[in-house]
């Protein structure tokens, strides 16, 4: 007969993960079960959660202090929020959430206050953004100004090409941006196919979008005859 162990409830599989599961799970299963357990306010015991604080694994480590300890609410979003805003874009949806774990600590973080542009990126420091928190309004040569809120991202273009124009993003309230450096993206869509696809549909969305708005709008060129045509008769 082949012996079987009772079920596990979710508190105890919880429990499991971020401490004495056997073979130990990955560093970040462990990072989700402390950020799980942080949901649950009397499922750890505070030696426990001392031990997390105090734990050998830095991704672990840096949850358990965002969720328990002195960091919580702090200005830095931990890798775990990070990768819950990558998950939501259109360019990282088919990714695996353990290889955007990876990519996250390379995201520099921006806020900007209402009303304000986004800074404007340097010669050499093109980037692109995706949205965390809040909204901007997207002002791109040849389109009409979107508005994009989290989850949305922008200056993948000129992240990509040397001499692309960046895109002016303003600020319509107090907005948290995550900037991925141009350098780092290449790098990304070198190894990661899905990335790759998923920037594809971004730009064909936009196309639509340009495309969509276009119709129905006739070139200057194109209706100056006929202006010209009612004038003389």
Aim: aromatic residues 4%; contains cysteine; negative net charge.
């Amino acid at each position: 007969e082949v012996a079987t162990e009772p079920p596990v409830g979710a508190r105890e599989q919880l429990r499991r993960l971020a401490f004495d599961a056997r073979p130990r799970p990955g560093t970040w299963i462990r990072a989700c079960a402390v950020d799980a357990a942080a949901t649950r306010p009397d499922l750890l015991a505070d030696g426990e959660k001392a031990a997390l604080l105090a734990d050998a694994d830095a991704l672990v480590r840096e949850t358990a202090l965002a969720r328990f300890g002195s960091g919580a609410g702090a200005a830095t979003l931990p890798v775990v929020d990070r990768v819950r805003v990558l998950r939501s874009a259109g360019l990282f949806r088919e990714i695996d959430d353990e290889v955007l774990s990876e990519l996250a600590p390379r995201l520099g973080e921006v806020r900007v206050e209402d009303g304000r542009p986004v800074p404007a990126d340097g010669e050499t420091g093109r980037a692109m953004y995706v949205v965390a928190d809040g909204t901007v309004r997207l002002e791109t040569a040849g389109e009409a100004p979107a508005l994009l809120g989290p989850g949305r991202t922008f200056g993948e273009l000129a992240a990509l090409e040397a001499d692309g124009a960046p895109d002016a993003a303003t600020a319509l309230e107090p907005s948290l941006l995550l900037r991925l450096p141009g350098d780092d993206l290449r790098d990304f869509l070198s190894t990661r196919i899905e990335a790759v696809r998923g920037i594809i549909g971004v730009l064909c969305s936009r196309a639509r979008s340009a495309s969509a708005g276009q119709q129905g709008r006739a070139p200057a060129a194109e209706r100056r005859p006929a202006a010209a045509d009612q004038a003389s008769a």
